[in-house]
């Protein structure tokens, strides 16, 4: 959260931590199948994903694209694109989206509306304009993508070694959904991949967060991933488990976004 007002010109207090501090940057990364189960139908995966993360000064917008081909035992072959766009705002309480999701070519989905929460913890409210006109109700303390971000990096460098928060990103219609994160040991060990860019030089944490749907009881999530992240924000590896399968997805391309003069 951003500090405000009153709290602008207070001195900075002996030991205070020090703000987190996002690079906006632009990363490619390769995607490709990481395991399968024997009962699993997903023979092969393979495909990129790119993530742009920028600062336009009243806020923070991401914009994701996945251009996937899934490979079936039965020789079926499907190509999924997804694009995804947000704007989150600063202090953290308003966000828009926009997703399209494309099955061999066709049109399958697509989400548009925004969202509010409340800084005193009370419920928010996510508006939907696409694929209907309808209202979600958020649970009080509901994170956005960016200040859930942050605030697992800030829990990180604390030490912390668990840490639960419900978020909502609008990817779609089920509403917000509770992320369970797992978080490991600082290292300072070089990145796997030879890539020249200081956005993937410095601390590195283990995660591996949990996403479980409110509207389930189920004792197990709906899929977890498992990333090493950057204290600035970039993911220089992940792999996503759908429990039958998994998806790994290595960093091949990074460069830096200018901040604009705000």
């Known amino acids: ?62 914009e994701q694209r996945f251009q996937l081909r899934f490979f079936y035992s039965e020789g079926e072959q499907v190509d999924m694109n997804t694009n995804y766009a947000t704007w989150e705002s600063k202090d953290g309480h308003n966000y828009r989206f926009n997703v399209r999701k494309l099955v061999n070519g066709e ?46 990096l800030r829990r990180a460098r604390a030490g912390d070694k668990l840490f639960g928060r419900t978020v909502f990103d609008g990817s779609d219609t089920e509403g917000a959904t509770e992320i369970n994160a797992a978080l490991g040991l600082k290292t300072d060990m070089a990145p796997d991949q030879p890539i020249d860019s200081d956005l993937v030089h ?16 189920a004792a ?15 993911a220089q590896s992940m792999v996503i488990d759908y429990g039958d399968f998994s998806v790994t997805a290595v960093l091949e391309k990074i460069e830096a976004i200018p901040r604009p003069r705000c």
């Open 107 to 152: 049109l399958d989905e697509e989400l548009r509306g925004d969202a509010e929460v409340k800084g005193d913890g009370s419920e928010g409210v996510a508006r939907y304009l696409r694929p209907e006109t309808m209202e979600i109700k958020l649970p009080g303390g509901t994170l956005f993508p960016t200040s859930h971000t942050i605030e697992v």
């Open 1 to 62: 959260m951003a500090l405000l007002g009153f709290l602008t010109f207070a001195p900075t207090p002996p030991h205070a931590e020090a703000a987190v501090e996002i690079a906006p940057h632009r990363a490619i990364y390769k995607m490709s199948l990481a395991s399968a189960r024997s009962s699993s139908s997903v023979a092969d995966v393979r495909g990129r994903m790119m993530f742009e993360w920028a600062d336009v000064c009243d806020g923070w917008t991401i």
């Open 202 to 217: 410095g601390p590195v944490w283990p995660v591996r967060l949990a996403f479980f749907p409110l509207q389930s009881d």
């Open 220 to 234: 197990a999530p709906e899929y977890e991933m498992s990333l090493r992240l950057h204290e600035n924000g970039v």
